[in-house]
């Protein structure tokens, strides 16, 4: 999802508002907007506005410095709207749920629910038609696939480096917010994104069809 | 290997190494930043359908695993002096020391890996630190982690990642905290600014000793929420790019207080040195008061340097906290004897002649 601050970078940071446990609005940003979006908040000055005035005050900072392209951002917004009045329904559903047990450890969904903790590893499998939502509930994403790593990834291939180099320029654009130079924040969130880019689409920036000659 | 059931306090006295050591980045006010993993073995049932013999075993299968030099401690066998002990240095959670079953905690000489085995999950791995470097905790973590897995092979699944008792956890299965000193925004009234500000972002701010804990002492720890969605890399950066923030508005508000409102804090500060100096009985929450106030005035020269360093006050925080106090007593006390031996050491301390 683009971010709903920038509407350029991917994003990952939800900001959402509460209301007595109740989350109202839910806005999602990039981490170079979530540092914008966290300083409006922690305003020493000013009380503390809501989710929704964080991020229109961070985006019109970004606008200031030609760093946001606000048409865009409007159908990215409206489109949010609706998708906050369907996920309102989860409470209903619980009710209504047949006995599910897991053939594996034989936890059921009930005791599932009255302890919090799952019986085994199938028990995901087996409490699937649930399991999404309730994931999707705490960590606000749908499962789609592991971005993470896995058992035994020592993170030594070629990606390492260009990780690397997209932390420095982070570390640069972190200290680059601090001292209030958004300018400059933005090219580097900018060049950030780009690198991301590349990396998370696989593409590297050299060794174009190096497999066809090796094999004539 | 050395299991040790019989906790002795000089384990724990070592000037090196620890998270209590007050070195580091922003470690004026970061305190510590601490990684954990969960990490749940293949074939096995969670913890909720475990039996206490597949329990056992898998503590002798981590024991195993471990590599390099590390001390054991069975929970079981250990005196409620010594499961507090633990709980007091992070080195456990409270879950681990008041669970029942077979569990252990393993630990490295220098307390900065640790392992719980039979908490929620079947593995709890964790790397604490002090200062703001959550790169090279995430480091040593992916070692010991990529060490472990090759032992035993962890639950994993491509679509969900690591497969957790608790679906809170599910994914990375990474909470990444670190623990802040917040003296300005607590006396300004800006906490509750920042407990909401943090939670609309979807991070978590809780007190000194995690879930459930009311903050003591002005220290707060923040960490990840989500775990799911993000890799590990996300999650850490996210972290890193917040907690600058916060720390940013704590600056501001010291340099504020000092400036408009100096009265108020050499106010304070007088009042916690004279309660050290004279006080006969400290209870632990007006004993992390006081100090939090000290600290705050060696930080900002409100107080002479050569008087005290950081590392002996983050020292002193630890050491009169009630199972460390008991150690050093070699007994178990009641709350009064405690809270008597607490203003003793520190009345001893703060003398009038060796701060000022």
Known sequence: ?216 | MRLRNELQLNDFLRPDGSWLRGVGPESDIVISSRIRLARNVSGLPFQLRMSDDQRRELVQQVSEAIPGHAIRVDLNDASPIDRSLLVERHLISKELANGDGPRSAFFGPHEVVSIMANEEDHLRIQCIHSGFDLRRLWRALVKLDVSLSRQMPFVFNQRLGYLTACPTNTGTAMRVSVMLHLPALTMKDHIDKVKRSVDMMNLTIRGLYGEGTRASGDFYQISNQATLGRSEEEIIRTIETLIPIVLRYERGMRKALLADERSLVDDRVERALATLRAARRLDVDEMMQHLSMVRFALLEGLIPAESMTIDELNRLFILCQPAHLQKQAGRSLSADERDELRAEMLRTRFSADSVN
């Open chain 1, 1 to 216: 999802m683009r971010c709903q601050c920038c509407n350029k970078e991917v994003a990952k940071i939800q900001i959402r508002d509460i209301d007595n446990w109740n989350i109202t609005s839910v806005r999602v940003i990039c981490e170079g907007c979530a540092s914008f979006v966290l300083t409006k908040l922690l305003n020493p000055t000013e009380p503390l506005p809501s989710a929704e005035q964080a991020v229109a005050a961070g985006q019109a900072e970004l606008a200031e410095i030609g760093a946001v392209d606000m048409d865009a951002l409007k159908g990215v917004l409206d489109s949010m709207e609706q998708h906050d009045d369907e996920s309102d329904d989860d409470d209903e559903s619980s009710d209504v749920i047949p006995t599910l047990t897991c053939e594996s450890c034989g936890t059921t969904f009930k005791e599932f629910q009255k302890v919090g903790r799952l019986g085994c590893p199938a028990c995901y499998e087996s409490f699937a038609e649930h399991m999404d939502q309730i994931l999707e509930h705490i960590h606000g994403v749908v499962p789609t696939e592991h971005p993470g790593r896995g058992p035994g990834a020592v993170d030594t291939d070629s990606r390492a480096s260009q990780r690397r180099e997209i932390q420095r320029l982070s570390q640069q654009m972190q200290s680059a917010v601090s001292s209030e130079h958004y300018e400059r924040a933005a090219q580097l969130r900018d060049q950030i994104r780009e690198m991301e880019e590349r990396l998370s689409s696989g593409r590297q920036p050299v060794a174009e069809g190096d497999g066809s000659s090796a094999a004539s």
